[in-house]
């Protein structure tokens, strides 16, 4: 059975920085691509960053240079680094499987609220 | 602003057929990239309901139907359900934006 759990969300202050993980199951994390898609409060989705399964990465506009993705095989882990956080990626941080242009399998999201 | 565009609401009654549309342009929807839908009830994570334009994942009833024509898709909902409250979000790929991108998302109320 395919499962994401993600977890390190928490209150932290502008221009600072912090590491959320997903922990995956029923596959292997560097077999699949895997992508991070958030969502402000009482707003819609946004997609953040993709690691192909090769490892290469992509990311949002409104993130590139500040944040990035790593994955750790032992651990079967998805990670994302946040750098320069600002009040505007304040949301809920879902990670996700992704497959031929589509999000098949998401975790349950890890609240991140960026204030002073 | 959203690339793709919902309504914001949707609502009917229990057992009424209910469609959500999702408007995109030639960079998206109407090039070669196929529409996904999602399903989020209130509180929860959201959950692929339809795949390229279409087809349903493995135990997604068949009361919900998608298709895709030009720059648009719809999601229909059939026999609606007090369960099928929740909020809808169609989902493509943009190729002047290269970037996966998201409706706004549509908040459907069964009376």
């Known amino acids: 059975e395919v499962q994401l759990v993600a977890s390190g969300g928490d209150l932290i202050q502008p221009g600072g920085s912090l590491r959320l993980s997903c922990v995956v199951s029923?596959?292997?994390?560097?077999?699949?691509?895997m992508s991070w898609v958030r969502q402000a409060p009482g707003k819609g989705l946004e997609w953040v960053s993709l690691?192909?399964?090769?490892?290469?990465?992509k990311f949002a506009d409104s993130v590139k240079g500040r944040f990035t993705v790593s994955r750790d095989q032992s651990k079967n882990t998805l990670f994302l680094q946040m750098d320069s956080l600002r009040a505007e990626d304040t949301a809920v941080y879902y990670c996700?499987?992704?497959?031929?242009?589509?999000?098949?399998?998401w975790g349950q999201g890890t609240l991140v609220t960026v204030s002073s | 602003q959203s690339v793709l565009t919902q309504p914001p609401s949707v609502s009917g009654a229990p057992g009424q057929r209910v469609t959500i549309s999702c408007t995109g342009s030639?960079?998206?929807?109407?090039?070669?990239?196929?529409v996904h839908w999602y399903q989020q009830p209130p509180g929860t994570a959201p959950k692929l309901l339809i795949y390229?334009?279409?087809n349903r994942p493995s135990g997604v009833p068949d009361r919900f139907s998608g298709s895709k024509s030009g720059t648009s898709a719809s999601l229909a909902i059939t026999g609606l359900q007090a369960e099928d409250e929740a909020d809808y979000y169609c989902?493509?790929?943009?190729?002047?934006?290269?970037?996966?991108?998201f409706g706004g998302g549509t908040k459907l109320t069964v009376l």
């Open positions: 390229a334009n279409s």
């Open positions: 996700a499987r992704f497959s031929s242009g589509r999000f098949d399998y």
């Open positions: 989902q493509s790929y943009d190729n002047s934006l290269s970037a996966w991108v």
């Open positions: 690691v192909y399964s090769g490892g290469i990465t």
């Open positions: 030639s960079s998206n929807i109407g090039a070669v990239y196929d």
């Open positions: 029923g596959f292997i994390v560097t077999s699949k691509d």
